[in-house]
């Protein structure tokens, strides 16, 4: 069972989401919230796996509720996907930089959002392909950063290999196969990258990966 907090200051929506989520029967909704400081408390008190939270929201923005979750240690295992009508790149960066493992646009689809849940459920980040254009165009005229270029350091050659290829959007599945792992060791590589690097994510991993300039937008995908 996936046990969801929504957090919307618009009743119609948060309405229209619940009723969504509960025909499903794998999904829970546990709590909502009408503002990103009640987001904060609901998670505490309830702990769901999923907070699904919206940008703009009174009181507190969806950002700053999405980065007070984050650092609670006690919600270590909670994961925030941000929903919103705003795909901009600025709301794009600092909701992966709060923490956020997932960014989808209002306008995704039923079934697309039933299966963002299910993939960040299952340990993956998740982006919609807007974001995702978005977030790769910002890099091409940006510098590679000297932090996060001295942070792959640490990693050994191989992780190195595995983290380009989770930047490049593969599964793990996808990893082991093109490098020839079991699908095992290929997590467990991706595990000791997001460790060394302090990534909570893979949608941290993908955003350190790009600011160190390991992978580059006009780099070709690998074969999948």
Do not use: C, W
Not at 55 to 77: F, K, N, W, Y
Not at 147 to 159: D, H, K, S
Not at 200 to 209: G, M, N, S, T, Y
Request: no cysteine; glycine share 6%.
């Amino acid at each position: 069972m996936i046990r969801i907090l929504l957090a919307d200051d618009q009743a119609l929506i948060r309405s229209g989401i619940r009723s969504l989520l509960d025909a499903e029967d794998d999904i829970e909704v546990v709590g909502e919230a009408v503002d990103g400081r009640e987001a904060v408390a609901l998670a505490a008190e309830h702990r769901p796996d999923i907070a699904l939270v919206d940008i703009q929201m009174p009181v507190l923005d969806g950002i700053e509720a999405t980065r007070q979750i984050v650092a609670d240690e006690r919600l270590d295992s909670v994961r925030v996907v941000i929903l919103t009508n705003f795909g901009l790149d600025e709301y794009i960066f600092r909701a992966l930089r709060a923490g956020a493992s997932g960014f989808l646009l209002k306008d995704t689809e039923p079934a697309e959002l039933l299966q963002a849940l299910r993939v960040v459920m299952g340990g993956d980040s998740l982006l919609s392909p807007a974001v995702t254009r978005s977030l790769i165009s910002e890099f091409v005229a940006r510098p590679p950063d000297a932090v996060a270029a001295a942070g792959m350091e640490r990693l050994t050659n191989r992780e190195r290999e595995v983290v380009a290829l989770v930047a490049h959007g593969l599964s793990n599945d996808e990893i082991a196969a093109a490098m020839v792992l079991s699908p095992t060791t290929a997590k467990t590589h991706v595990s000791r990258a997001m460790i060394k690097l302090g990534a909570r994510d893979r949608a941290q991993l993908v955003v350190f990966a790009y600011q160190a300039g390991l992978v580059s937008p006009r780099d070709p995908a690998p074969p999948r």
